[in-house]
């Protein structure tokens, strides 16, 4: 059945407050991020201690190498200057920063990317996943110049490489009642155009579990990024993969809350087509074969398809999360969050839509849960992940 999603609809005024938002995505600062996460290693930002002579945030529970440390002292460094209450999380050490909602603050949205590699020796992991991560740091700089009614929660997370162990650890830890209205997944978002085949799309991946709760959310994003990133192309046939797992949305997902993975190219298209033939080497980063003209594909970063895909997450978060903008007399209230098939399901099972309070969130938890068992899974080994 075909599902058309027309793009969001709000007063003209608070339209433009949220454009005024997505615009400030700063494409030269998300690529400063970008970079300076790739070189963690070399104690370029954290001097000497941290030099390892390669680079590699090859990241487990502990300390992780060098590199890994590197990165959590930067990632750290980052949140805290931009206001935000930092910790850091578990064995595995994932970085969370929140900014808490000036009304709801009990409702949660999150914006999360790994920020460890593979091992193995020169690992800069400029795609995967520090393309991701700078990304959850611009989003965290432009979104913390606003307020909103509801909490936002900036994650790094860990050991994504080893199967997704931070942000597994991260879910076990939530409290029953937690109130994690939605979680978008930032990973490899910076390399869309595929090595193996020219004819390709330049796309993005939105990745879920086909199940109505994930369903709501990824509508969301679509019709946001339709509205406020006209020029992102997003791939309508990506959403429902059958390795829906494969990254830190899995672990959410399974828990029974809404959660996506937006991505160049699908885990299927990575391991199986070679859509990205410098994935998981030392050649992902921006001074080597994976953006270099003269390779033999001629494929390199993409630093603006990258920057449209935060500002697409941008958008979703502050219509989602509501934007209270600066008091205007002509601005009007902001509207109600819009419901239906095209938007979200209704307030009743929808999560974190109203304040539940303890008892509701609980059942709201449980509804999904139910929700998931009554899925099919057909079994299928999965042996890497992005």
């Known amino acids: 059945m075909a599902c058309l999603i ?17 615009n400030q995505v700063s494409l030269e600062r998300y690529r400063t991020y970008e970079v300076s996460l790739e070189n963690m290693g070399l104690g370029l930002y954290g001097g000497p201690r941290y ?10 529970a502990g300390d992780g190498t060098l590199g890994n440390q590197e990165a959590r002292l930067y990632l750290t460094d980052q949140f805290s200057a931009m206001g ?3 910790s850091i999380q578990g064995v595995y050490k994932n970085v969370v920063a929140e900014w808490p909602g000036a009304q709801k ?15 193995g020796g020169e690992r800069p992991g400029g795609d995967d996943n520090a393309s991701g991560t700078a990304g959850v740091l611009e989003a965290a700089r432009v ?15 860990n050991a994504e490489e080893e199967w997704m162990r931070g942000s597994q650890e991260y879910v ?14 930032l990973d490899m978002i910076l390399r869309p155009a ?3 085949d020219a004819n390709e799309p330049k796309d993005l991946e939105v990745e879920t579990l086909e199940v109505p709760f994930c369903t709501a959310w990824v509508q969301s994003f679509v019709a946001a990024a339709r509205t406020y990133v006209p020029s992102l192309v997003i791939d309508p046939n990506s959403h429902y993969p059958e390795v829906w797992n494969a990254g830190d949305q899995g672990p959410f997902i399974s828990a029974g809350y809404a959660a996506f993975c937006a991505i160049e190219n699908t885990a299927e298209e990575v391991w ?8 998981h080497s030392a050649q992902d980063a921006s001074n080597a074969l994976a953006n270099n003209p003269l390779s033999p594909s001629g494929v390199t970063y993409d630093y603006r398809f990258a920057a449209n895909v935060v500002k697409a997450t941008i958008a979703t978060l502050a219509l989602k999360a509501v934007l209270i903008p600066p008091a205007d007399p002509n601005a009007g209230p902001p509207p109600a969050v819009p419901t239906g098939p095209a938007a979200d399901p209704p307030a009743e099972v929808r999560n974190g839509s109203q304040s539940v309070g303890t008892a509701g969130a609980v059942s709201n938890a449980n509804a999904r849960r139910r929700e998931l068992e009554a899925v099919t899974m057909s079994p299928r080994l999965v042996l890497y992940n992005l």
């Open 172 to 185: 076990n830890a939530l409290p029953e009642d937690a109130n994690i209205v939605g979680v978008i997944n």
């Open 194 to 196: 595929w090595d193996s």
């Open 51 to 60: 030099n390892q002579r390669l680079r590699n945030r090859d990241g487990w």
């Open 105 to 119: 603050p009990q409702e949660i949205y999150i914006i999360c990317a790994h920020y460890d590699t593979t091992g």
């Open 272 to 279: 199986f087509a070679s859509s990205n033939a410098y994935y």
């Open 143 to 157: 979104l913390t110049q606003h307020r909103f009614r509801s909490t936002l929660r900036f994650i790094a997370f």
């Open 6 to 22: 027309p793009a969001l609809v709000a007063p003209p005024a608070y339209a433009d407050a949220i454009q005024e938002v997505v």
């Open 84 to 86: 935000l209450a930092v």
